[in-house]
RNA sequence: GCGGAUGUGGCGAAACUGGCAGACGCGCCAGCCUUAGGAGCUGGUGGCCGUAAGGCCGUGGAGGUUCAAGUCCUCUCAUCCGCACCA
């Protein structure tokens, strides 16, 4: 029999084209069989879709084929199509309109990644970019809406001058739009409307540290900074003009006999009432203070002329406007104590402004105000404090909260650094916002009946700054649902993550006309068991999806209070050192590589060349070796089919190392795979097995070899399922791959026959014997000690000790 | 500054609870086969010394614990990432 050459473009199109419109990985759920639900975060495919992309996909599949395999029901949809806003841009871009560019990118997009993928598309089912799933972004605004979490206000917002919208405290980066780098984010005041996350923060945070799965801590890390809780103590330090106080807020208040001046944000209410100079310049210190790159800049204030009465010790300190203190974090102004913060030390030192020390480090003396050049930012013993005085810091902080708390000038205080999550934008493309504007009624909410509020489809994008739904009388003019008036429609939509908050709960019913999905059905399917993405999902997607998550159980949908039990962030994938990506113009397309070596190539390199979690530097010679394998792999089942299906003799030596090494092989793939995902030691283990069965392959009965090859196959599904899939049809058996149960091991034809015992002499390696298991320590020992090798070793020397280990090791200390 | 990681051959990386460092692959070298090969096959490949047998060194660095350390402890250096005048 021939063998047969590895024909990948053949051989993945026919697979292709066999499985395109079957729904793999959709379950018949039979409730009894464990579940298994694993996505991914892809992100959203704007450009070309590369091998950056696609990686996370890869493990993902690789790890639903194998819990398939397992007997688990599987639920493993792509989760690509969950954002609007590429659609959105590409029109924009294109003049096409957004709707037929969605399908469009469907179709254009799913050729390639479909396979890749090898599954199930659910895009198909859902798209947010319509009616269909929209109406329940809808459902949901309203039901917060009524509860109070959904409300609108005038606030200084982010803008992002590309976009041409609104932009969200988490889509921010460095100052800039996180779509468009370089494009600084400037400050506008607007009408908009929040979702009030900040009633579940304390949630949010306290979760983090009860999720029972496996969070990677960099995410973790993440969350609780963003969230950004901080105890400490607020203090009214009251104008000595007219009484008025001004409220600070420190977690140092163990510090506050040490204060030397009161500053306020240059953004601060009373600065306007201190006069019109002061906020002149108050302006001018905001407008210094740009809006990129804050910690590198100048401290810069001026003294108002006014002053401040210290609460505890009745002090008068001179009130100071300063560019570097926030308004929106705390209470707008703060104590300086230039002795024990940093900040403050640097300001004072500036200005000439006392430094007065009053913690002293536990066994040490106060500093010396004139020759410090630091400030001690410890906590340590409070000094020169009145009755304080002696206390450690944190009793002293105790005590002292107390007192303002009996005093009536302060309290004990917790600052967040989370705030609400505004969602509107001014964007067409997006889940229009279904209120009503009426001027007798005011905020009208649409009735639920009326839903979905759809998006007229006949629009002229403009990139102006407006929503272009505004120029849409049709859209715009209602009739007010409360008194029939006229009235006007919210132009504004919502952000699109709020699509992506819950999508993964509607992949699971992805066709209810009734709700958003019925709560049956999630009950069986989540927690997600593995939510797989990008780091860069850390603060945006995941907070606002746990956030979700407990609205929906508050509204009694769900049953439980997080969404994803296990996270996994995959590294990303490097080219020349820098991530891939369309902007950097480095992308291996993904198109490119499975006309050149085929999807199946692809998935093992990425697989192979680094474990999941680590980035991985894409080298197109690594990928050649991978074809190879596949090559080989192939030439050796097809060749040897004649033979296995004949039922040849073999020789039972050859025979049984290779059984041996078979049933090793299948041990380790499984034990990697179950425990963890170490994909690529598991290919490396296959990989042996094969050296091992080419070395002995002449010798190998047809049974063995049936086996053989048909176990091959079987481990190799979960990575190349294109491969497998023919190689399984050319040994004659039926049905999908992943559907076959996982191959099993007997422990028995896996055993090694005898231990190699490593001797060792001081630590260090000298010889080695063959024992068989089980072996006593004293015969162990005794055969090392006799060993011509180590004889030579122990020559004129005292054996101090012999340490046994059974059938691994002996280690003779000698002097 | 705060927080989170990561340091092992020429390269990607293995090494499960301390027990043979470098599995597997890439690359490189030599050979075979071929009209030819950017195809296939066989062998070699951490460094230094040695013709060889073999020896010494070796997991960022310095100490320590141990019969035994890539793995545990202490200190330190370097790189990457996130947040950041957050009071």
């Not at 296990?566 to 113009?585: E, H, I, P």
């Not at 090494?661 to 995902?677: A, M």
């Not at 990575?719 to 091991?745: A, D, K, S």
């Not at 630590?763 to 080695?768: F, V």
Request: glycine share 8%.
């Amino acid at each position: 029999m021939p063998e047969k050459t590895y024909d990948h473009q053949q051989i993945e199109m026919k697979w292709y084209e066999r499985w395109r419109d079957a729904a793999l990985y959709r379950a018949e759920v039979d409730r009894t069989r464990p579940k298994f639900y694993v996505l991914e975060m892809l992100p959203y495919p704007s450009g070309t879709l590369h091998m950056g992309h696609l990686r996370n996909y890869t493990i993902g599949d690789a790890l639903a084929r194998y819990k398939w395999m397992r007997g688990f029901n599987v639920l493993h949809p792509m989760g690509w199509d969950a954002f609007g806003l590429p659609a959105e841009n590409a029109a924009i871009a294109r003049g096409l309109h957004p709707r037929d560019w969605t399908r469009a990118n469907i179709e254009e997009m799913t050729g390639t990644l479909r396979r890749y993928a090898f599954s199930y598309d659910w895009s198909r089912e859902i798209s947010t970019c319509e009616p269909e799933y929209y109406h329940w972004n809808q459902w949901f605004f309203l039901k917060m809406l009524e509860r109070g979490l959904a409300y609108r206000k005038k606030a200084l917002v982010n803008w992002c001058p590309e976009c041409a919208t609104v932009l969200a405290n988490e889509q921010v980066v460095d100052g800039c739009c996180w779509r468009h780098g370089l494009v600084a984010v400037e400050q506008r005041e607007l009408e908009q409307w929040f979702l009030r996350i900040t009633a579940y923060m304390e949630e949010l945070l306290a979760d983090i540290n009860r999720l029972e799965g496996v969070w990677p801590d960099r995410v973790l890390a993440m969350q609780r900074n963003w969230i950004g809780r901080s105890e400490g103590t607020e203090a009214d330090f009251r104008l000595e003009s007219t009484g008025q106080p001004v409220r600070v807020f420190t977690t140092r208040v163990d510090t506050i006999f040490g204060a030397t001046c009161v500053m306020l944000a240059p953004e601060h209410p009373l600065v306007g009432e201190i006069g019109p100079r002061e906020q002149e310049r108050a302006k001018g210190l905001i407008d210094l203070r740009g809006r990129k790159d804050l910690a590198g800049l100048e401290k810069e204030g001026f003294f108002t002329g006014r002053y401040a009465i210290n609460p505890y010790n009745g002090e008068r300190l001179p009130v100071w406007i300063a560019n570097f203190v926030l308004m929106e974090y705390g209470t707008g102004a703060i104590m300086a104590v230039p002795a024990h913060d940093q900040r403050d030390f640097e300001f004072c030192r500036k200005y000439g402004i006392e430094v007065r020390p009053v913690i002293r480090p536990v066994d040490g003396a106060l500093a010396d105000a004139d020759t410090m050049t630091d400030a001690f930012v410890d906590d340590g013993v409070v000094e020169n404090s009145g009755e304080f005085s002696g206390l450690a810091s944190a009793e002293a902080r105790r005590r002292m909260t107390a007192k303002a708390e009996a005093g009536g000038f302060g309290k004990a205080a917790i600052t967040w650094r989370l705030k609400d999550w505004g969602i509107s934008r001014q964007r067409y493309w997006g889940t229009p916002i279904p209120v009503i504007h009426c001027e007798r009624c005011g905020i009208v909410p649409a009735p639920e009946s009326e839903l979905p509020v759809r998006l007229p489809l006949d629009i002229r994008i403009t990139g102006r700054g407006r929503s272009p739904l505004e120029n849409v009388p049709e859209f715009i003019n209602v009739a007010c649902p409360a008194c029939r008036g006229q009235a006007r429609r919210e132009s504004d939509t919502m952000d699109t993550f709020i699509d992506s908050s819950w999508y993964f709960y509607r992949y699971c019913d992805p066709r209810n006309p009734r709700a958003p999905f019925d709560p049956d059905v999630i009950d069986y399917w989540f927690q997600i068991d593995q939510y797989i993405g990008g780091i860069e999902h850390a603060i945006l997607h995941l907070i606002y999806s746990r956030f979700f998550c407990k609205v929906m159980r508050d509204l009694g949908l769900v049953r439980h209070s997080e969404p994803v039990k296990n996270l996994f962030t995959q590294g990303m994938v490097l080219k020349d050192g820098v991530a891939m990506s369309k902007s950097a113009g480095n992308v291996v397309g993904a198109d490119a590589m499975a006309e050149k070596y085929g999807a199946d190539t692809g998935r093992l390199f990425v697989l192979f060349a680094a474990p999941p979690e680590k980035e991985l530097e894409w080298q197109e010679t690594g990928a050649e070796g991978m074809y190879r394998f596949l090559g080989r792999t192939c030439r050796f089942v097809t060749r040897n089919i004649e033979r296995a299906r004949a039922g040849a003799a073999g020789s039972p030596d050859a025979d049984r190392k290779a059984l041996r090494k078979l049933h090793q092989t299948v041990r380790k793939v499984t034990q990697d795979l179950e425990t963890r995902w170490h994909f690529n030691t598991s290919i490396a283990a296959v990989m042996e097995l094969m050296n091992e069965l080419h070395a002995l392959e002449s010798e190998l009965s047809g049974a063995v070899l049936a086996e053989a090859s048909e176990k091959v196959v079987l481990l190799l599904g979960p990575f190349i399922p294109y491969l497998t899939e023919e190689l399984w049809e050319e040994l004659g058996r039926q049905g999908p791959v992943f559907r076959q149960p996982w191959p099993t091991y007997n422990p028995e034809l896996a055993r090694e026959e005898e231990a190699e015992i490593v001797i060792q002499v001081n630590g260090k390696l000298r010889g080695r014997f063959l024992a068989p298991f089980g072996a006593s320590r004293e015969e162990l020992e005794q055969r090392a000690l006799a060993h011509d090798k180590i004889r030579s070793f122990l020559a004129g020397k005292q054996v101090v000790k012999v340490i046994v280990v059974p059938d691994k090791l002996v280690n003779v200390v000698v002097r």
